[in-house]
C-alpha cells in the first residue's frame, strides 16, 4: 500500500510538473496564437499519455478509462481552441 | 424501533416494485452524482456527455466562423488603443533599452493611415497588398524621403500596451522597435470591418529622413498628436451616417461604416472566453462535487483520476481567463 502511495506520488508529481512547465510557456508565447495551438495540442497529448501510462502501471488500465482520458484531452484541446482559434 | 424501520422500508421497497416510475425522480440526481451501484462517474461526466460537449463546442466556433460572412460587423473586437499610448509605449521601451526617443512624423502618421484604409479596402492583412504595393510605397508617396523604413502591424488586440507588447515578444518586431536606424515613427489606428470582423487595424512606420534637418521637431509631434484626437472624434461623430460613394474621403467613411458602431455587438474574445469558462467551469463543477460526494460516500469507482481531471481543467479556464489575449502581430 505504501508503495502504490510512493508512485502516485511520483506521477503525480511528474503531472504536476508537466502541468507548470506549460503554463509557463503559455505565458511566455501569450502573444503568440500558433505557439499556443501547438502548446495547447502538447497538453491535451501529454495528459492523455499520462492517464494511460499512470493507470497501465496500477493494472486498472481498461478500454473504458482509455476512452475517458482521449475525451477528457479533447476537451481540454476544444477549450483552448476555442479562443485562440480567433 | 428497528421492526418499525424495517416494516417501513418493505412497504418502500414494495411500492417502489409495484410503481418504478415513482423512484425515477431520485434517480435524476445522478445525472450530478456518482451512480453508487454501477461505480460510475454522474451521468454528465459520462465519456459520451464529454463528447456532445465537445461537439457542442466545435459548433458553437462555427456559429462564430459562419455569423460573420451573414452579418458582417455583428462580433468582433472591442479596442481601446489610441497614438498616442502606442508612442509613449513604444519610447518607454526604446529608453529602457538605452536607445534614443522616435519623434512623430506626420508624414509617417498619414502613410501609416493609408495603410490601414488600403488594408480594409482590399481585405488584406499582409506587409505587401495583392496588387504588389509596398510599405515603402506609402511612405515614399507621402514625399518622405528616407535612408531606413520598417514597418509592424498588429490586429484585433485590446489596448496599446498589449500591442507595444506583443511587438516586444516577436523578435523581427523588436528589431524594428528598438533600432538604432529610426529617428521617427507613424502611427495609425483604425477601426473597420475585416473578414467580417469588426477589428481595429494598427500600423506602425518607423524612418529616418535623407536629411537629418528633416526629423520631427516637439511642436510637429504636438500637431500631430492633436490632429489624432480630432480625427478620432470625427470618426466617433461620423459614425451612424449613411455613406457617399465617389471621393477618397467617401472610402475612409464607408470603411468606418461598414459597421454600425466602433465596438462590435458581440466582443468575440469575451464570447469565446465565456463558450470556454461555460463549459470548463460546468465539467470542473461536477467533478468537483464527484470527489466530495465519492469521499463522503467511500465510493470507490472503476474510472480515470477525478482530482487529475479537476487539476488540469482548473489550469487551462485559469489559462483561459488570466493569460491568453487577443491579438496577432505581422
Redesign the interface.
Known amino acids: 500500500m505504501k508503495e502504490k502511495s510512493g508512485t502516485h506520488v511520483v506521477e503525480?508529481s511528474v503531472?504536476?510538473i508537466l502541468?507548470f512547465i506549460?503554463?509557463l510557456l503559455?505565458?511566455y508565447?501569450?502573444?503568440?496564437?500558433g505557439v499556443?495551438i501547438f502548446l495547447s495540442g502538447v497538453?491535451s497529448f501529454a495528459?492523455i499519455l499520462?492517464?494511460l501510462v499512470?493507470?497501465y502501471f496500477e493494472g486498472?488500465l481498461?478500454r473504458?478509462?482509455a476512452?475517458?482520458?482521449i475525451?477528457?484531452g479533447?476537451?481540454?484541446f476544444?477549450?483552448?481552441?476555442?479562443?485562440?482559434?480567433? | 424501533m428497528s421492526v418499525l424501520t424495517g416494516r417501513k422500508k418493505s412497504n418502500i421497497v414494495k411500492d417502489w416494485r409495484q410503481r418504478p416510475k415513482s423512484i425515477e425522480k431520485f434517480q435524476f440526481v445522478h445525472h450530478f452524482l456518482p451512480h453508487p451501484e454501477d461505480k460510475k462517474r454522474a451521468t454528465l461526466l459520462s465519456?459520451k456527455a464529454?463528447?456532445v460537449?465537445?461537439a457542442a463546442?466545435?459548433l458553437?466556433?462555427g456559429i462564430?466562423r459562419f455569423l460573420p460572412k451573414v452579418v458582417p460587423g455583428v462580433l468582433g473586437y472591442a479596442s481601446d488603443i489610441s497614438v498616442k499610448d502606442l508612442l509613449t509605449y513604444t519610447n518607454m521601451k526604446r529608453k529602457e533599452a538605452g536607445f534614443s526617443e522616435l519623434r512623430l512624423n506626420s508624414s509617417l502618421t498619414s502613410a501609416a493611415y493609408q495603410k490601414a484604409e488600403d488594408m480594409f479596402k482590399d481585405q488584406y492583412w499582409a506587409h505587401i497588398s495583392p496588387a504588389g504595393t509596398e510599405p515603402w510605397d506609402f511612405i515614399l508617396g507621402q514625399n518622405y524621403d528616407y535612408i531606413y523604413a520598417g514597418e509592424n502591424l498588429a490586429k484585433n488586440f485590446k489596448n496599446s500596451k498589449?500591442v507595444v507588447?506583443?511587438w516586444m515578444?516577436?523578435s523581427s518586431h523588436r528589431e524594428n522597435l528598438l533600432s538604432p536606424n529610426y529617428d521617427e515613427i507613424g502611427f495609425a489606428v483604425v477601426n473597420g470591418v475585416m473578414e467580417g470582423y469588426e477589428t481595429t487595424l494598427v500600423v506602425q512606420f518607423f524612418g529616418r529622413p535623407r536629411n537629418a534637418a528633416q526629423v520631427a521637431s516637439v511642436y510637429e509631434e504636438q500637431t500631430v498628436l492633436e490632429k489624432e484626437s480630432a480625427r478620432t472624434a470625427a470618426v466617433s461623430e461620423r459614425e451612424g451616417e449613411p455613406a457617399t460613394e465617389g471621393t477618397s474621403e467617401s472610402v475612409q467613411k464607408s470603411v468606418y461604416t461598414q459597421a454600425p458602431s466602433e465596438e462590435p455587438v458581440i466582443d468575440?474574445?469575451t464570447a469565446?472566453?465565456t463558450?470556454?469558462a461555460v463549459?470548463?467551469g460546468f465539467?470542473g463543477t461536477l467533478l468537483a462535487l464527484d470527489v466530495w460526494y465519492s469521499r463522503r460516500k467511500g465510493l470507490h469507482k472503476?474510472?480515470?483520476?477525478t482530482v487529475?481531471?479537476l487539476?488540469?481543467?482548473i489550469?487551462?479556464?485559469a489559462?483561459?481567463w488570466f493569460?491568453?489575449?487577443?491579438?496577432?502581430?505581422l
Do not use: Q
Not at chain 1, 29 to 33: E, G, L, V
Open positions: 503525480y503531472l504536476l502541468t506549460i503554463g503559455f505565458y508565447f501569450r502573444y503568440n496564437h499556443l497538453l495528459y499520462w492517464g499512470h493507470h486498472r481498461t473504458f478509462i476512452a475517458e482520458y475525451v477528457f479533447v476537451l481540454i476544444l477549450l483552448l481552441y476555442t479562443v485562440l482559434n480567433f | 465519456n464529454i463528447i460537449y465537445c463546442m466545435l458553437i466556433a462564430f498589449d507588447e506583443a515578444k516577436s468575440l474574445t469565446t472566453k463558450v470556454s463549459f470548463g465539467v472503476f474510472t480515470g483520476h487529475a481531471h487539476g488540469i481543467l489550469l487551462v479556464v489559462s483561459i493569460v491568453l489575449t487577443p491579438g496577432i502581430v
